[in-house]
């Protein structure tokens, strides 16, 4: 699996011993607290104020996904067909370049081999052109193949 690894340090420079939390998405602030954040990813242990310090050490797995929908892509959609790759998302080295092809249903999926990108701090996604007459003489030799291949005796 590609993972990546990220180290976020807070210092507590405050006269006052706290925790302090990683949030997934930003947090929606108002004036009246109606309930827990759900968005919250982790929090730390209480940290002593001035010269306090804590670490959140993440592990994080990344996915190119390639698919369709029948609306826009927004948080929280899940896609209604599609396919998944892992990809590596580096620091100033470039990251995964994911290849997909379409295919004569209309359907999209990752193939191999993957390359890497041109830009730091990124993946990226390479869409194989299209030619569906490649795809129907691939199509025919199958169909003959298995045609011939049920017929023998």
């Given at each position: 699996m590609a993972t990546n690894e990220y180290r976020i340090t807070v210092n507590n420079k405050s006269a006052i011993t706290r925790s302090f939390l990683?949030?997934?998405?930003?947090?929606?602030?108002?004036?009246?607290?109606t309930g827990p954040y759900?968005?919250?990813?982790?929090?730390?242990?209480?940290v002593a104020g001035e010269n306090g310090r804590t670490?959140?050490?993440?592990?994080?797995e990344q996915f190119a996904v390639c698919g369709t929908t029948p609306t826009p892509l927004?948080?929280?959609?899940?896609?209604?067909?599609?396919d998944f790759?892992?990809?590596t998302v580096t620091g100033a080295k470039p990251g995964t370049k994911a290849i997909a092809q379409v295919d004569d249903q209309g359907g999209v999926?990752?193939?191999?081999?993957?390359?890497?990108?041109?830009?730091a701090h990124a993946f990226g996604i390479d869409i194989l052109p299209?030619?569906?007459?490649d795809n129907i003489n691939r199509a025919y030799s199958v169909l003959r193949a298995v045609t011939y291949i049920?017929?023998?005796n």
């Open positions: 990683l949030f997934s998405d930003l947090p929606q602030l108002s004036q009246n607290v759900v968005n919250v990813w982790e929090k730390s242990a209480l670490e959140f050490d993440i592990t994080a927004a948080q929280g959609v899940v896609v209604s067909t599609g790759t892992p990809v999926a990752f193939v191999p081999p993957a390359g890497t990108t041109e830009v299209y030619s569906p007459t049920g017929t023998r």
